[in-house]
């Protein structure tokens, strides 16, 4: 009797033991970022003394908070299958709408902000039809689509910046909690709200799971009663309207709206969701891998511009961070 006690001890150990090592392996492979952002730390702690220092991490994080809020529209899109070439230029060319709105033609700030957000969801919604119904290549689609924002960006501000913002609008990027020296920035808060939200999305809703369907099969998908073109749709609308959103938040971080504002954000909010474990091929990963992936990019960069390295030589390293990412994630569905 003792020994039969043992030998059930010994295999739910043994079964304890192997689910733990099972779940620690799912959760490596998942966050694999998490250990890289850990390690990137480390390594410029000792390059720089002020690396690793409240101020610093919490400007890196700051620095973050736009672009990581443009990649949960584009980690919204890649799960469906897609990808937007034009958050960027969206970020540019409703910011600089809402700076004229607010300094040229009096417009109540929070008006502005919803004009803004307006015109980031019409964005999204022009995207989303073009790709979704009319059947347009995404890249043909949403490339053509940078193009005009970037025009109507030119003749909005007539290629001069536009700055001083009322300060109604310091509480999307340039107020803290908590005071100005030891507080948390508002813009992060809205980061992580937003993630908080979109994650609850993407994993507990119709909406959320739908999206993940239709990047795993679209063909499946429909024929599992999933309207795709409609869902790709709102893909592309919700993602719009957070490009908006990033584009408000760095507005208001910046005090000023100009032609070069989000700048490559597409491709910033791309890398972010491919480094972070966000598979191009969709229907594979989870919204906070995307933030993950941003931190990890504004981590390395805020380490190359400490370390003096030439910002000509930092979008080599981008370009070649986003092909490397790009190549795991091919490697990766290869494998599996």
């Known amino acids: 009797m003792a020994r039969t006690s043992s030998n059930t001890a010994s295999v739910r150990t043994s079964t304890g033991t192997s689910k733990f090592a099972a779940g620690f392996g799912k959760f490596s492979r998942d966050y694999a970022i998490l250990f890289a952002i850990v390690l990137l730390g480390i390594i410029f702690s000792f390059s720089s ?43 540019m060319v409703t910011s600089c709408l809402a700076a004229y709105l607010m300094k040229y033609a009096n417009v109540n700030p929070w008006l502005a902000v919803l004009a803004a957000l307006a015109t980031g969801c019409l964005i999204g919604a022009i995207n ?23 025009g109507m960006g030119k003749i909005i501000t ?33 980061l992580v709200l937003m ?22 099969g679209q063909e499946a998908a429909y024929f599992a009663g999933i309207d795709v073109q409609k869902y790709r749709l709102i893909a592309y609308m919700i993602a719009g309207t957070l490009a908006a959103l990033g584009g408000i938040v760095l507005l208001s971080r ?6 070069t504002s989000g700048n490559a954000y597409e491709f910033d909010a791309m890398i972010a969701c491919v480094i972070g474990g966000i598979s191009l091929s969709g229907g594979k990963g989870k ?14 960069f805020n380490g190359m511009t400490m370390l003096n390295v030439h ?26």
Do not use: E, W
């Not at 529209?73 to 958050?87: C, E, K, R």
């Not at 609008?169 to 100005?180: L, R």
């Not at 994993?203 to 959320?208: A, D, P, V, W």
């Not at 910002?311 to 599996?336: C, S, W």
């Open 49 to 91: 003394p002020h690396f690793l220092t409240f101020m610093n991490i919490r400007n890196i994080l700051q620095q973050s908070t736009a672009v990581g809020i443009v990649a949960i529209g584009q980690a919204l899109i890649v799960l469906t299958g897609q990808f937007d070439m034009s958050l960027g230029q969206n970020v």
């Open 128 to 150: 989303g039809y073009l790709v979704a119904y009319v059947k347009i290549p995404p890249f043909i689609a949403t490339l053509g689509m940078q193009m005009v924002c970037m």
């Open 158 to 190: 007539n290629d001069s910046p536009i700055s001083s913002m009322p300060p109604q609008i310091a509480i999307f990027g340039t107020t803290f909690i908590g005071g100005v020296k030891y507080g948390v920035p508002t813009s992060i808060i809205i």
């Open 195 to 216: 993630y908080v939200i979109f994650s609850f999305i993407a994993r507990k809703t119709k909406l959320g799971r739908n999206f993940y369907a239709i990047g795993g």
């Open 254 to 259: 910046l005090d000023s709206a100009a032609v």
């Open 287 to 300: 919204i906070v891998q995307a933030l993950l992936g941003t931190i990890f990019l504004t981590l390395f």
């Open 311 to 336: 910002p000509f030589i930092q979008n080599v390293l981008k370009g070649l961070v986003l092909i490397g990412a790009v190549g795991i994630d091919v490697i990766r569905n290869k494998r599996k």
